[in-house]
């Protein structure tokens, strides 16, 4: 008799590489990952294309944000999964975060050629951040369109999306979390937001944030 092994649960996972709480979620899936039988599957939101709507509701510092070095991450990751192929956007993520974030560079050049140069892209890649005429805006916009319609208009990043029971993909928003859970704990709340989210007419669960991101144990 052979034996027959069972294929991956895909994750379809949505980030913008500025947002840290995005990428402490990512760290979260990537240890669900090594306790759980899934594989996750990387893409593209941009939360300049989600506010460009909503500008003038958003305070001064936030907005200049949105309007400048909002695009510059994800117009290079863009133009790298186009040009490069979608494998290379986990690892891309990962050398950016690794910078941005853990590293405390921020979404700046230096972050974005060193995570370049990690992955072995080419360095001009780096060029994207300034084209204002985005070679690849509509990749973009479509990559961000798949994701928040799963969810609608009224969240942020990241956006998850999971078969169903019924083989329907589920999608949420988040989870939220700070540290990153590790071990058994990664998968409890796996488990529970897996659970919770496949309940039909469930929205929302949330409580104010005490602490910021803490990228300590990343």
């Not at 040009?83 to 050049?109: F, S």
């Amino acid at each position: 008799m052979s034996e027959q092994t069972s294929a991956k649960t895909p994750v379809d996972f949505w980030f913008d590489p500025l947002c840290p709480w995005a990428w402490m979620t990512s760290r979260w899936v990537l240890e669900v990952e090594k306790v759980r039988d899934i594989e996750v599957r990387w893409h593209i939101m941009s939360l300049a294309v989600l506010n460009e709507p909503r500008l003038d509701e958003l305070n001064d510092h936030y907005r200049e944000m949105m309007t400048t070095t909002a695009w510059d991450g994800v117009r290079v990751v863009t133009a790298a999964w186009q040009k490069h192929g979608a494998d290379i956007l986990g690892p891309l993520y990962t050398a950016l975060g690794n910078r941005i974030h853990n590293g405390g560079l921020g979404p700046t050049r230096e972050a974005i050629a060193g995570a370049l140069d990690e992955v072995g892209l080419p360095a001009d890649l780096i060029d994207y951040a300034d084209q204002k005429d985005f070679e690849f805006d509509a990749e973009l916009r479509a990559s961000h369109k798949e994701g928040i319609d799963k969810v609608g208009q009224d969240v942020g990043t990241p956006v998850i999306a999971v078969p169903g029971a019924d083989g329907e993909q589920i999608a949420f928003f988040g989870p939220v979390v700070t540290p990153a859970p590790k071990g058994e704990d990664a998968a409890k709340l796996w488990d529970g937001t897996l659970l919770v989210a496949s309940v039909q007419g469930f929205y929302e669960l949330k409580r104010t944030r005490t602490q910021g991101p803490d990228f300590s144990n990343l």
